[in-house]
């Protein structure tokens, strides 16, 4: 058999065995000024609330929007400016099984934040976030806008990586803490490209206060669970999926008058996120 021909056929069979290496890739977020991006936003909350004077069952929320996500600007680092601006709400809620309410015509929602080139959030309408803190995973705040964090260096399907937050409390005292673990799973075809699809475990532990002993506190624990599809040429978010759960206490203290309500208050429920292309 001529050599040339007998090559090829090693090198399809090596390519049906699975023994060719794999080629790592490197994995980050990179915008560009005056760049749009259009997603459709989903989240659906069951969150119970008791204590305080309130018994409030078990509650379900769901949230359908549409998300423009807009670049302002892009450091020397990468992290970038974004304005996510929602609109087209429909909000339903009720208790749990029984969707009681809907509402739509809400008027739009915009805010800024501030996301480095691994996908944690910097800042949120210029206030420091702790990427992974599962209170905004539920749709509140940062959780308009969810990804998987990305790794530092390049990998390759298989490849793990963890990377820790802290956020401090301005003019307060505690934090929260967040330890994040990631796994590159697979690359997949997702609209034509060919994506690399990440999860991110995140474990929370918050501990928060406003200073003093009649102000307001709050302690909690909380997980998430982030997938994304990323597109390794334009360096983008194509699709993201998270579901969270919270478990947290709020204390008003004294020197908080809320109508007559006091503390402490738990708050403990599940959620989850979901941006498509649009």
């Not at 474990?203 to 390794?232: E, H, M, R, Y």
């Amino acid at each position: 058999m001529p050599p040339l021909r007998l090559l090829v056929l090693l090198a399809i069979g090596a390519v049906a065995c699975g023994a060719l290496p794999v080629q790592a890739q490197t994995l980050s977020l990179a915008y560009h000024r005056g760049d749009t991006y259009r997603y459709s936003f989903h989240s659906t909350a069951t969150q119970s609330i008791t204590g305080g004077g309130l018994a409030i069952p078990p509650t379900d929320i769901d949230i359908v929007a549409a998300e423009t996500v807009t670049v302002n600007s892009v450091d020397p680092n990468g992290s970038a400016d974004l304005t996510l601006t929602l609109s087209n709400f429909t909000v339903s809620s009720g208790a749990t099984g029984a969707i009681l309410d809907t509402t739509k015509g809400m008027p739009d929602i915009t805010m800024n934040i501030t996301i480095a080139a691994d996908g944690h959030v910097v800042s949120l309408d210029g206030k420091q976030v702790a990427t992974g803190n599962p209170f905004l995973a539920s749709g509140a705040g940062g959780g308009f806008f969810i990804t998987a964090v990305l790794p530092s260096g390049a990998v390759k399907p298989g490849d793990t990586w963890t990377k820790d937050y802290t956020e401090a409390t301005p003019g307060g005292t505690g934090g929260i803490s967040i330890t994040t673990h990631s796994k590159y799973l697979r690359d997949e075809s997702l609209n034509g490209v060919r994506a690399a699809v990440l999860e991110t475990t995140s474990n929370a532990t918050i501990d928060l206060g406003t200073g003093g002993s009649g102000g307001l506190s709050s302690k909690g624990t909380g997980t998430s669970d982030v997938t994304s599809w990323i597109d390794p040429n334009s360096h983008r978010v194509l699709k993201s999926h998270a579901k969270q759960s919270n478990d947290g206490t709020f204390d008003f203290g004294s020197s908080i008058n809320l109508g007559g309500l006091s503390g402490p208050i738990s708050i403990k429920g599940t959620g989850t996120v979901d941006l498509t292309p649009a």
